[in-house]
């Protein structure tokens, strides 16, 4: 009774060890291959959920079904105007067809090598078709933006700091690698979601020819400001002559007509003086004389005069015995 008992209890154990050995979970972010003896064999389950494979003959590999990221190294490029750049890119991709995913490249790191040649290719031939500017620029319709003095100041001339326009613009590049490698990854199974260039350097080398280009420039159009602030202080000094010249002229002319005046005045008195009989006209001159006198004479003058001049004149009549 014991034996076949016993025997029972194993036939149990090796039938639940075989459906664990044989069932196996597929999840939602995976997909799975059935190999045999390192053949596929059947489609490739998508379905989430509980499946079953012969134990120890078949095995399987899991595919994964998200989305799967791709970034490449940094690599230095030429672009048509013969600019080194370093260009660093990163794409997304997923795997769509997983038979020819697994026939092809078998697992995920040869994946990541087929993508760094096939859009390091791509990458490189772009670069290579286009001028810096146009890497480098977002959208052709993108204008740069610019100090308001500095587009003041050029105005007039375009041809100093001033950017061409362009014909594509970096979203068509990427646009162009995009179309050009996701043909050769579907080949694989893949399918190529996106790419995008993620950082864009000059070259050790040619960035300081970079950085005295940008010096030069600035320093022509501070030298063109330094010009036209020196034409401009040149304008307004001579505006400032001119008006200083003006307002002497206008105020000469002014002082000489009163001074004609005045003269005018004094002569009229004189005639006037001089018609109202001579003791009028000796009361004048005597007036004329004292103002003379108060002018010419103070505390500390010193006069040396001749007994013939028209100031002694008056002294010459004073009485030495009329004095106080």
Same mark, same amino acid.
């Given at each position: ?214 010096? $030069? ?5 501070? #030298?063109?400001? &330094?010009? @036209?602030?020196?034409?401009? !202080?040149?304008? =307004?000094?001579? +505006? ?8 002497? $002229? ?5 002082? #000489?007509?009163? &001074?004609? @005046?005045?003269?005018?005045? !004094?002569?009229? =008195?004189?005639? +006037? ?52």
């Amino acid at each position: 009774m014991k034996f076949p008992k016993v025997i029972a209890n194993a036939v149990v154990i090796f039938a639940l060890l075989l459906l664990y050995l044989s069932a196996f979970t597929v999840y939602q972010t995976e997909q799975v291959i059935i190999t045999q003896f390192g053949r596929p064999i059947g489609d490739p389950i998508t379905e989430p959920g509980l499946h079953f494979r012969l134990p120890l003959i078949q095995r399987i590999i899991r595919v994964d079904k998200r989305y799967l990221a791709w970034d490449g190294p940094m690599v230095e490029m030429s672009t048509k105007d013969k600019t080194y750049v370093q260009v660093d890119t990163f794409a997304r991709w997923r795997i769509t067809d997983p038979m020819r995913y697994y026939l092809r490249l078998h697992d995920e790191r040869s994946a990541q090598s087929r993508l760094e040649d096939i859009l390091g290719s791509e990458t490189r031939t772009a670069v290579a078709r286009h001028e810096l500017i146009e890497v480098v620029r977002i959208d052709k319709d993108r204008k740069p933006l610019q100090d308001e003095a500095v587009a003041a100041a050029l105005s007039d001339t375009g041809a100093l700091g001033m950017l061409r326009p362009i014909q594509y613009g970096r979203l068509e590049i990427e646009k162009g690698i995009f179309e050009a490698a996701a043909p050769k990854l579907s080949e694989f199974g893949i399918e190529l979601l996106d790419i995008r260039f993620k950082r864009i350097n000059y070259n050790p080398e040619v960035l300081e020819r970079i950085y005295q280009r940008m010096i $030069s420039e600035r320093l022509q159009i501070a #030298q063109r400001f &330094r010009s @036209e602030g020196e034409g401009e !202080a040149a304008r =307004i000094f001579g +505006k400032k002559d001119r008006d200083i010249n003006e307002i002497e $002229s206008t105020a000469y002319k002014r002082v #000489q007509e009163i &001074r004609g @005046e005045a003269d005018a005045k !004094a002569t009229e =008195i004189y005639a +006037k003086a001089y018609t109202q009989g001579p003791q009028a006209a000796e009361f004048y001159r005597f007036l004329k004389s004292l103002e003379t006198y108060h002018k010419v004479i103070d505390e500390e003058a010193t006069i040396v005069l001749s007994t013939n001049s028209d100031l002694f004149s008056l002294l010459k009549r004073i009485d030495p015995k009329a004095r106080p």
